[in-house]
């Protein structure tokens, strides 16, 4: 049977608005839902890999053929690089919802909290699939809306605060792409991406295309808080409910910011070396300030966040570092190694950082506070949550076995061997600054002695929680298998070949 | 191209509105108008000189019509903002509730 | 919160109903005249909120009413993922085919499925637009009181 690209966006939605209906009138109704709707998106995913379909999937919604071969209806298209990232997004869903049936108990309106979630899937997915520059607004600002209420779900005065600076910054950041889709609207005459790069293809560089090439970067930047549009993310991750900040920190600002940004760059537009040096100068520079911002904090979930913009930092180096050597001359192994190490280190991050976030949920819902200088010696009383994190620690410093260590050495090596010195020497010492304050993140929370105001709000923490994190903890040692060959032909190769071959996505979807 | 750069003006003029106001609900207002001013841009790219509005009558010739596809694209940007709006207002004013003020000079507990 | 002087509820009185039949009209005639379900949908919503406004809070128990209104808002979204759906199940495989007989160009009764799109979104977006103003006024109560 062949797939239906749909599919990924009608569950989610049909959930979202199933779940107030019926869990008006039926209790515990929407936790059995959520679990089955996001359960189902995963092994839908899963199908695409093992069903070995090659190529592109292209859909038009309403079934209009192309008129003289210009493209008029809505494509949704489903390539190596989109179920790449589908993987990624439905693994973390789940096990975000699963971990939300224990910890959610203390909130009112949980009906709300699951619908919510669905919303903000459908919306992901959406982006992800869209062929279509206008869709990918759209559905761009549907999961961002619904981000905005779940970060202030608990209602107490730091949640709102968090939420106000967050949606008015990304509402100043929709209004930027909007104008750019516009912008390029206007100068192609045509809103369909593949189309979009075959018009600019013959049309060449002008100044209102570096414009809105500008317009671009400064609106997703803003999306995956790279610096110096970083202001509003540690205010909201620390402050939303632990799987919200999960969800957030290990997906949505991937999919959103760094994913759109890097179709937009490869694919559509053709190959600029300024606008490569651009993207190299701030992923260094988020990668070298998000770390050494992340030294001082004493709060667990800030210095998480904080950790986030580092390594976010790495993704874009290494993806920066392989458009920067496609530009004709440039050596095609070496831009494969770089993008291959970026997109591993996506997945490494969204399942280690997901991990992280969760167990400072499960401290904070044992002792009630997340000042990591009034807790200590906790790991007597909780040693699935010390040893998951002690785990999830070491391999994001960078520590063998661990997945970790293979991504940030795939990107150092290219970046050697393409004769970025300076970006390899900050890599390898930011490396060593991870390793600092993580360590002092577990030794804090985990192994001093018992402070004496520390109390006890739960005697045991809810199974959901615990399967949880150690599914976390599975899935991060299964992923140090991506390294080998057998396993990477079938999930990273089909991500890392569309990126390489630049006009090849235009080629399969219109055939010019 | 007067009326490109007059866009513009509005556009900065909602952005110093949200830079320099301190009044939580005068940086919602100042957003709305950044907003409007994206509209307008986007439906004046339409334009073609001497053209209808684009509305189908029984019969069989077809006048030379204005681009409807921005002024659709406007529709659904301009119900996007209605619901981003409708959300700042909800937060604002449980902050006037938990906080009791507007001011955003007091509205400052999350630092570093 | 109170209503208004006289003069306000003898016309809102007279003139509600006229209102309420003009988003109706809007929103039937959206292939044929601009407007559809969104504009007709919030011209709706208004004609109510005037009402509301018009004769104060106490004509209505605003939490029974958001909750109907929440309620009927999410049943129409699922009415539209419905139609769409069933043009993938019943007609050839691609969503939102318009798959019922198209007519003439310009008669009430005619291209497809699209007035059917246009009534259930004009009952959303007017439920929504309810829902957000209902809940802005039962907060408001709760901190005036």
């Given at each position: 049977?062949?797939?239906i690209?749909e599919?990924?966006i009608?569950i ?7 779940i107030?209906?019926i869990g008006?009138f ?5 936790k059995i ?11 839908y995913s899963?199908?695409?890999f ?5 190529g ?7 079934g209009?053929e192309?008129v ?8 949704l298209?489903?390539d ?5 990232i589908?993987l ?16 959610m108990k203390r909130?009112?309106?949980e009906n709300?909290?699951?619908a919510l979630?669905?919303l903000m899937?459908a919306?992901m997915?959406?982006v992800v ?7 990918l607004y759209?559905?761009?600002?549907i999961?961002?809306i619904?981000s905005y ?11 709102l605060e ?19 889709v ?5 100068q192609t ?5 593949a189309?979009?790069?075959h018009?600019?293809?013959?049309k ?5 295309l570096?414009f809105t090439?500008v317009l671009?970067?400064v ?6 808080a ?5 202001a ?6 620390s ?5 919200i ?9 991937k999919?959103i ?6 179709r ?7 190959l ?6 651009v ?6 520079l988020?990668?070298v300030i998000?770390?050494?911002?992340a030294?001082?904090q004493?709060?667990?979930k800030?210095?998480?966040a904080?950790?986030?913009?580092s ?5 874009v180096?290494?993806l920066?570092?392989?458009m920067?050597?496609?530009i004709?001359g440039?050596?095609?192994?070496i ?11 996506l997945i490494?991050h969204a399942?280690l950082?997901g ?5 400072a949920?499960a401290v ?6 997340r000042?990591?200088?009034e ?12 040893g998951s994190?002690?785990s999830?620690s070491?391999?994001i ?5 661990f997945?970790?260590f293979f991504?940030?050495?795939?990107i150092?090596?290219?970046?050697i061997k393409?004769?970025f010195?300076?970006i390899a020497?900050?890599?390898?010492v930011m ?6 304050y993580?360590?002092r ?9 018992e402070k004496?105001?520390?109390?006890l709000?739960?005697?045991r923490?809810p ?6 994190m ?6 991060s ?9 057998a396993f990477r032909?079938?999930?990273?190769s ?5 990126l ?5 996505y ?6 010019v | 191209?007067t009326v490109y ?5 509005l556009?900065l ?5 949200v830079?320099t106001?301190r009044?939580l609900i005068?940086?919602?207002?100042g957003?709305s108008v950044m907003?409007?001013s994206c509209?307008?841009f986007?439906?004046l790219?339409g ?6 509005a684009?509305?189908?009558k ?29 959300m700042?207002?909800?937060i604002?004013?449980?902050i ?6 507007f ?10 | 919160m ?13 003139i509600?109903g006229l ?5 109706l009209?809007i929103?039937t005639h959206g292939?044929?005249?601009?407007g559809g379900g969104f504009a007709g949908g919030?011209i709706?919503a208004g ?6 406004l018009?004769?104060?809070?106490g004509?209505v ?13 999410s049943i129409?979204l ?5 139609l769409a759906l069933a043009?993938f199940?019943?007609a ?6 318009n ?10 009764i005619?291209?497809?499925v699209?007035?059917l799109y246009?009534i259930?979104?004009g009952?959303e977006?007017a439920?929504a637009?309810?829902?957000i103003?209902?809940?802005?006024v039962?907060y408001?109560e709760e901190?005036a009181?």
């Amino acid at each position: 049977m062949e797939m239906i690209p749909e599919l990924y966006i009608v569950i989610p939605l049909l959930g979202a608005f199933l779940i107030p209906v019926i869990g008006h009138f039926v209790k515990g109704f929407q936790k059995i839902f959520a679990t089955l709707i996001t359960l189902s998106l995963i092994i839908y995913s899963v199908w695409y890999f093992i069903s070995g379909t090659e190529g592109q999937v292209v859909t038009m919604i309403g079934g209009w053929e192309a008129v003289k071969a210009v493209p008029i209806a809505i494509y949704l298209v489903m390539d190596g690089l989109s179920a790449f990232i589908i993987l990624v997004i439905s693994l973390i869903s789940f096990l975000s919802t699963f971990y939300a049936l224990g910890y959610m108990k203390r909130y009112t309106a949980e009906n709300n909290f699951y619908a919510l979630l669905c919303l903000m899937i459908a919306g992901m997915n959406g982006v992800v699939l869209s062929g279509d520059i206008f869709n990918l607004y759209v559905f761009l600002e549907i999961s961002v809306i619904a981000s905005y209420a779940l970060v202030a779900f608990g209602t107490e005065k730091k949640e709102l605060e968090a939420s106000f600076k967050y949606q008015v910054l990304g509402g100043i950041a929709s209004l930027l792409i909007l104008l750019s889709v516009g912008l390029l609207y206007w100068q192609t005459g045509t809103l369909n991406m593949a189309d979009i790069a075959h018009v600019l293809s013959d049309k060449g560089q002008s100044n209102a295309l570096i414009f809105t090439e500008v317009l671009l970067i400064v609106g997703f930047g803003l999306k995956a808080a790279m610096i110096p549009f970083h202001a509003w993310l540690p205010d909201a991750h620390s402050s939303a409910p632990s799987p919200i900040s999960a969800m957030l920190s290990g997906v949505l600002i991937k999919a959103i910011g760094i994913y759109a940004l890097f179709r937009l760059f490869f694919n559509v537009f053709s190959l600029n070396e300024g606008m490569s040096v651009v993207l190299l100068v701030l992923g260094t520079l988020s990668m070298v300030i998000g770390g050494l911002l992340a030294l001082g904090q004493w709060d667990m979930k800030r210095l998480l966040a904080y950790s986030s913009i580092s390594q976010m930092g790495y993704v874009v180096v290494g993806l920066g570092i392989g458009m920067y050597l496609l530009i004709d001359g440039g050596s095609v192994a070496i831009a494969t190694l770089a993008i291959a190490g970026g997109l591993f280190h996506l997945i490494n991050h969204a399942v280690l950082k997901g991990l992280l976030f969760l167990n400072a949920g499960a401290v904070e819902y044992m002792t009630g506070t997340r000042d990591m200088k009034e807790l200590g010696g906790l790991s007597k009383i909780m040693p699935l949550t010390s040893g998951s994190s002690l785990s999830a620690s070491l391999a994001i410093s960078g520590v063998p076995p661990f997945n970790g260590f293979f991504s940030k050495l795939l990107i150092i090596i290219a970046a050697i061997k393409g004769e970025f010195y300076l970006i390899a020497a900050l890599a390898v010492v930011m490396n060593f600054v991870t390793m600092g304050y993580f360590l002092r993140f577990q030794k804090e929370i985990f192994y001093t002695k018992e402070k004496p105001a520390m109390k006890l709000l739960n005697p045991r923490l809810p199974f959901s929680m615990k399967f949880s994190m150690v599914t976390m903890v599975l899935l991060s040692l299964l992923l140090s298998l991506l390294v080998f060959p057998a396993f990477r032909e079938i999930v990273l190769s089909p991500a890392v070949d569309v990126l390489i071959g630049t006009s090849d996505y235009t080629t399969k979807i219109i055939g010019v | 191209m007067t009326v490109y750069i007059m866009c513009f003006i509005l556009f900065l003029v909602g952005l110093y509105g949200v830079l320099t106001r301190r009044n939580l609900i005068k940086i919602v207002i100042g957003l709305s108008v950044m907003e409007f001013s994206c509209f307008l841009f986007l439906a004046l790219i339409g334009y073609i000189d001497n053209g209808l509005a684009p509305i189908l009558k029984a019969g069989e010739e077809f006048p030379k019509y204005v681009d409807p596809l921005p002024q659709a694209m406007v529709l659904t940007a301009i119900v996007i903002g209605l619901a981003t709006t409708a959300m700042l207002l909800a937060i604002a004013i449980r902050i006037y509730k938990k906080y009791g003020t507007f001011d955003i000079r007091k509205v400052n507990e999350l630092k570093g | 919160m109170s209503g208004m002087t006289l003069i306000v509820k003898k016309v809102t009185q007279m003139i509600g109903g006229l209102i309420f039949m003009y988003g109706l009209y809007i929103i039937t005639h959206g292939h044929l005249t601009p407007g559809g379900g969104f504009a007709g949908g919030a011209i709706l919503a208004g004609a109510m909120i005037l009402l509301i406004l018009a004769f104060g809070s106490g004509v209505v128990n605003l939490r029974k009413e958001e909750a109907q209104t929440s309620i009927s808002e999410s049943i129409a979204l699922l009415i539209i993922l419905l139609l769409a759906l069933a043009g993938f199940l019943l007609a050839s495989r691609v969503f939102f085919n318009n798959y019922l007989p198209q007519g003439q160009i310009g008669e009430l009764i005619s291209a497809g499925v699209i007035p059917l799109y246009n009534i259930f979104i004009g009952m959303e977006v007017a439920a929504a637009l309810l829902t957000i103003f209902l809940g802005l006024v039962i907060y408001k109560e709760e901190i005036a009181s």
